[in-house]
């Protein structure tokens, strides 16, 4: 029996709202418990600034200078972070570094995180495994969604089918079928497209409470026009970059604030009902910050026609959920495990990833020379 590891999750989501931080004890198979987490927001100027440089990612050089001054101070707020919870538990083994996306084309063998994971660790004293979703993107799988293997460990005795939908910038959906085989995919768009609209509207980051679009009548007719790309047709596993719905935003310019939130709300309300899945879940849980939106969550119970509820029903923390994860699957990937699949990621069955970067440990912590971790 291999040895469980006390791990700091790291997650900085496409919402850009900032970094969540969260302990897990885990072999990357089995869940031992939980430690402490944190939330740590983003100054409104550096979410700003990380908006900027994910909306010029697909023409931006690595050496871009407001691309590197941004990486460094999203790495210190990441550091940050991981000093808080080491004051609460000193004795962490690993660190699990999602880093911020701000680009994912897997059909151009493109994803792209960035944080520097060596200053990360040098200014820690801990162990880094980071660059999560390449090895599966450079195999031809999507890179994504990777939360459904943590998924599945926390639902080992609820009995399928059963659906988690994590409803962050993009949402996913993890599909446990009654055989406990694990299907996933993104779904389409989850709060990026409100974010940018009650923003825009509102000067707000989010449409607080749904009131924006709870105000609102729904155009069905924009709703089946943006239902009409192709992406929606495609077969599951597929993923998608923060931006592919971006366009959205113009074909409801037209409206008045509150119905356009509510015709983004149905978009991704409708996207999720028809998301392609073996058979029909019995129950659907919901993560991610969209469960805090009265609208989708409503919106999806009448949809799916079946029950809806949070994942923190199941005693989750669903405020940490994706921070631990990437602790999760950190220790899967210390130990070689997978993180692709075919009808996860689309990758090859069996592959690992993860990059594992040691900067100014010394000693290299013992448990490390039995990993397979690739080094860096």
Known sequence: MKPML?????????????????????????????????SLPYTAALRQRAR???????????????????????????IDAVRQLQAMAPDIDLIGFHG?????????????????????????GVAVIHDFRSADVAAGGEGAPLVPWFHAALLHDVPGPVAVLNIGGVANVTFIDADNTIHACDTGPGNALLDDWAMRHTGTA?????????AGTVNRAIVEQLLADPYFARPAPKSLDRQSFATALDRVAAC???????????????????????????????????????????GLQAALGAPVEAVDRLGWNGDALEAQCFGFLAARSARGLPLSAPTITGGPDGLSGGRLTCAGLMPVPSWIHATSGRRS
């Open 100 to 124: 911020q996306t701000i680009l994912h084309a897997p059909q151009r063998r493109q994803t792209w995180q960035i944080g520097d994971a060596g200053q990360l660790s040098r200014a820690t």
């Open 6 to 38: 006390t791990v700091i999750g790291l997650m900085s989501g496409t919402s850009l709202d900032g970094v969540d931080a969260a302990i897990i004890h885990t072999d990357g198979e089995r869940i031992a418990g939980f430690g402490p987490d944190i």
């Open 206 to 214: 989010c449409d607080v409470d749904g009131g924006l679009a709870r």
């Open 52 to 78: 900027g440089i994910l909306d010029h990612a697909p023409t931006l050089s690595p050496d871009d200078p407001e691309l590197k001054a941004v990486e460094h101070a999203i790495t210190r707020h990441h």
């Open 256 to 298: 008045t604030p509150a119905d356009g939130a509510a015709t983004l709300a149905a978009f991704t309300i409708e996207a999720v009902r028809r998301t392609p899945l073996p058979a029909r879940p019995a129950r659907w849980y919901v993560c991610g910050g969209g469960r805090h939106n009265p609208v989708l969550m409503q």
